[in-house]
C-alpha cells in the first residue's frame, strides 16, 4: 500500500504504463524547460510540470487548469486506494475522476497544440502527444531540429519606471490619481493598469488612445467608479470612491455595445432610465421636459414611438448616448461610440459630443478610428502596455503636442508605434512610457 | 443644440427600492407583450393536455396512478417554470450592469422578476389545472385545506412551479449565456427526476440530496392531497390476472394427501361441501383415512397441473382481489404521503421557503456583477 501511495503522488497511477508514460514525460520536460528558458528541475515536480509546460508555451491559465486538475485526479486516486471498490464514496467518486480527467484531456491538447506552434511543428505531432506525450515530450526536449521561437524569459524583459507623479486635486474637473488596478488570476497578482494621473479641466472633450488590451476600458470603468482600482478619482471636489452612491449620477457612462431593451420604445426607454437618473424630487412635469429635450439634442423625437428593435445603428447609438445624458451628467464616458457607423454619421455623433462638451462637461472617448474627428478634441490619453502587460499612461495632453512628443501626425500612427511588435507596431511603448514619466516628473 | 432648459441636480435623493420595482415591472410585462415570453403559456396548455391525458384514467383513483400522475405533474410544473425564468437575467446581463451603474438596486430587479414570475406561474397553474379538469382527471369533490379540492391542488401546483420558477432564475443570475443556462438546463430535470424518492429506490447516502429538490415535496404534496394511502393498489393485481393462463405444476405424494386431510383447516372447509352420496367431503376423507386404503399407496407420488385462474376461481376471484388489494396497499403505505394537514402544509412551507432562497441566492449572486470579466 505505500508503494502504491508513493508511486500515486509522483506518477499519478500505480499502472506500469502510467509509470513509463510519466518517466518519458519527466525527461522530456526537462529538456523542454531547458530549451524555454525554465529551471529544468521543475520536471521533477508532481503536478507543478504540467503548469510551468502551460507557462513555457505561454498558455499558462490552461496550464493552471491541468495542474489543478491532475491535483484533483491524484487526490481521488489516493483516497480511492482505501476504499473497497464497492463502498459507495468510491462509486461516487469513480465519475469524477473522469470528469476531471476529460478536462486535463481538452486543456492539455491546448498546450500540446500551442507547444507545436512554438517548436513550429506540424498538427499531426498530435496524433502521437495525445496517448503518449513522453515520447513526443523526448523530441522536442532532446533533439537539435525541434527549437523553440521564443523563451520564457523574453517576456519577462524590464518595464518602464514608475512616474512618482502625482496630479493635484482641483476644485472644478476631473483629478485621477491611480497607483493600481490588479486582479488574482490562479493564485497570481496581475496588473491591468498602473501609475496613471492626471487632471482634465471642465469643457474638455478628451481622446483616449491605446491598442487592443491596453487597458483604456478598464481605465474608463476605474474612473467611473464601478470597478474601483486603488485610486482617488476627484469629480468636482466629489470623491468619486467614497462618496460613489451619489456621484454614480454625475457621471454617465456609454458602454460599446447597445445594451438596451428591445421590446420598449424610445420614449419609454427615456422615460424609464429617467426615473432612475433623475432625482425623485424633480417634479413629472420637469422630468418630461427634459426626456423632451434629449430627444431633441440627439435628434430621436421622430422615432419616440418606434421599438428599439427597429431603430438603425446611428439611432440606438445615440439612444444609448442619451440614456445617459439625461441625468445630464458632469462627466460623460463613451467606450467606442462610432463602432458600426459610418463616417457622416460618427461626424455627426461627436459634433453632438462635441457641443454637450462646450457646456462645461468633461467628455471622455474611446474611438478606433480618432483621425476623422480629431479636430474636435481638445487633449489625448495614451494608454500602452508596458513590457508585464500593464496598461500604463505614455502620454497626456494637447493634440498637438502629442504629434511633437511620438514624431507622428496621426492618432493612427501613434497606436502603431506604441503597440508591440508581435501585433504589428513598433514596440515602442516603455521608451515612451518612460519618457512621460520624466515629463510628469519634471 | 439647445440650450438645457431646466437644471438637473444630479447629487440629491434618488428613486428607492419600492419605486425602482415598479419601474422594473413595467419593463416586464411589455417584454411579455412585446417579446415571446407569453408563449410560455400556450406551451403549459399543451404540456398539460399531454400529461393529463396520459395519467387521467388513475390519477386519484389508484394508488399507482396517484404517484405516477403526481410525479408527472411534478415534472410539467418543474420543466414549466424553470423554462420561464433560466433566460430571463443572462439574455440582458449586459443591460443588468448597465443599470446597476446607473444606480438601480438589484434587488429591485429580483424582486420585480419575482412578481412577474409569479404572474405567470399562476396563470400557467390555471391552464394547467383547467386543461387537468377539462381532460378528466378525476379531481375528489372535497377539499382537504381549502375546501375545494381543485384550489388546493392547484396551489400545490402553483408552489412547485414557483419554486422551479425561482430556482431558474438563480441559475439565470450566475451563468454568464444562454447557452450554458440551456446546458445547465437538462442536468438540472435530471437531478430533480430521480432524486424525487418517489419512483426510484435510492441509496441510503442519497437521502440528503432529495431534501432538497423540488420534485419531492411537490409529489408528497399531491399524493397528500389525493390521500395516497387509502386508495386501492392494482399492479398486484393487474399482474395476477394477467397471470390466469399460468399453469402451475406441483407434485404431491399420498402422505402429502393424508397430511392435509388431517389439518384441521381443511377439515372444516370440507364440512362445508357435500358430495353426491349425501355426505360431506369431511365424511368421504374419514372414510379414506380410517379405511387405510391410502396406506397401500403410501410412497407414491402424482403430478398435479392446474392454471391459476382456476385456483382463483376455487377460491373465488373477488376474495383474491380483496385480499391481494388490501396487502399490496398497507405494504405502499407511506408516512411520506399521509393524507394530514400537517404534512400538505409542511411541503408547502418547503416549497415557500426553497422559493425565497433561491430568490434570495440570485440576489446575492447579480450583486456581484460588476466583478464579470469582460
Known sequence: MVLKVILTLIFGATSVWAIVDASMEIIGLWGIFRKCGIKPALSLVPCLRLYYLGLSVAREPEGWMIFINHVLITLSSLLMLFLPSTSSVYLLISPFVLVFAIIELVYSIRVYIALLELFQARRRWLILAIPVFGIVAIIFGWTKKYQPQWKVTDYQEQAAGLSGATARVMDEGLTVNLEERSVTSFFKKKYLLRDIHMYIKPGSMVLLLGGSGAGKTTFLNAVNGYERANAKVVLNSGDVYADYKKMQYEIGFVPQQDLMRGSDTVLRTLSDAALLRLPIDLPQAQRKKRIMEVMEIFGLEPVAGSLVDKLSGGQRKRLSIAMEFISNPSLFILDEPDSGLDGVMARELFERLRAIADQGKIIIVITHTPDRVIDLFDNVIVLAKDANRTGRLAYYGSIDDARGFFGKQRMEEIVMCINRQEEGGEGRADEFIGKFAEVQHA | ?374
Open chain 2, 1 to 374: 443644440m439647445p440650450e438645457q432648459g431646466i437644471t438637473i441636480q444630479g447629487i440629491g435623493r434618488h428613486r428607492g427600492r419600492f419605486s425602482q420595482v415598479r419601474i422594473y415591472l413595467g419593463k416586464f410585462f411589455r417584454m411579455f407583450i412585446y417579446q415571446n415570453d407569453w408563449k410560455v403559456l400556450p406551451m403549459a396548455a399543451v404540456i398539460g393536455a399531454l400529461v393529463g391525458m396520459v395519467v387521467q384514467p388513475n390519477m386519484f383513483v389508484t394508488m399507482e396512478g396517484t404517484l405516477f400522475g403526481g410525479f408527472a405533474l411534478s415534472c410539467v410544473c418543474i420543466w414549466n417554470g424553470c423554462f420561464n425564468s433560466i433566460q430571463v437575467v443572462c439574455r440582458e446581463r449586459g443591460i443588468v450592469k448597465r443599470e446597476h451603474r446607473s444606480g438601480m438596486h438589484i434587488s429591485s430587479y429580483v424582486v420585480a422578476h419575482m412578481i412577474y414570475q409569479a404572474f405567470l406561474c399562476l396563470t400557467q397553474t390555471a391552464l394547467l389545472t383547467l386543461v387537468c379538469q377539462r381532460i378528466g382527471v378525476h379531481f375528489p369533490r372535497e377539499g382537504f385545506l381549502t375546501g375545494f379540492f381543485i384550489v388546493d391542488f392547484a396551489l400545490s401546483i402553483f408552489l412547485v412551479t414557483y419554486a422551479s420558477d425561482m430556482l431558474g432564475l438563480f441559475i439565470s443570475s450566475f451563468v454568464r449565456s444562454t447557452t450554458t443556462a440551456m446546458t445547465i438546463m437538462p442536468f438540472l430535470l435530471i437531478f430533480q427526476l430521480i432524486f424525487s424518492g418517489g419512483f426510484f429506490s435510492l441509496p441510503e447516502w442519497s437521502q440528503p440530496l432529495t431534501d432538497v429538490t423540488i420534485s419531492r415535496y411537490g409529489l408528497r404534496s399531491i399524493a397528500a392531497l389525493g390521500d395516497y394511502n387509502s386508495l386501492p393498489s392494482v399492479t398486484a393485481w393487474n399482474t395476477l390476472t394477467k397471470m390466469k393462463d399460468t399453469e402451475v405444476t406441483k407434485t404431491l405424494t399420498v402422505d402429502d394427501v393424508k397430511h392435509l386431510l388431517q389439518n384441521d383447516v381443511i377439515r372444516a372447509r370440507l364440512r362445508g361441501v357435500a358430495s353426491p352420496q349425501g355426505l360431506t367431503m369431511e365424511d368421504v376423507a374419514d372414510v379414506l383415512l380410517s379405511s387405510g386404503m391410502l396406506e397401500q399407496f403410501s410412497g407414491e407420488s402424482y403430478d398435479l397441473h392446474v392454471q391459476l385462474g382456476e385456483v382463483m376461481e376455487a377460491i373465488g376471484e373477488e376474495k383474491v382481489q380483496e385480499y391481494v388489494s388490501e396487502a399490496t396497499r398497507l405494504a405502499s403505505n407511506s408516512e411520506a404521503y399521509a393524507h394530514t394537514e400537517r404534512n400538505i402544509l409542511y411541503c408547502w412551507v418547503m416549497l415557500a421557503v426553497f422559493s425565497l432562497a433561491f430568490a434570495a441566492m440570485a440576489t446575492v449572486s447579480l450583486e456581484f456583477i460588476d466583478k464579470d470579466k469582460r
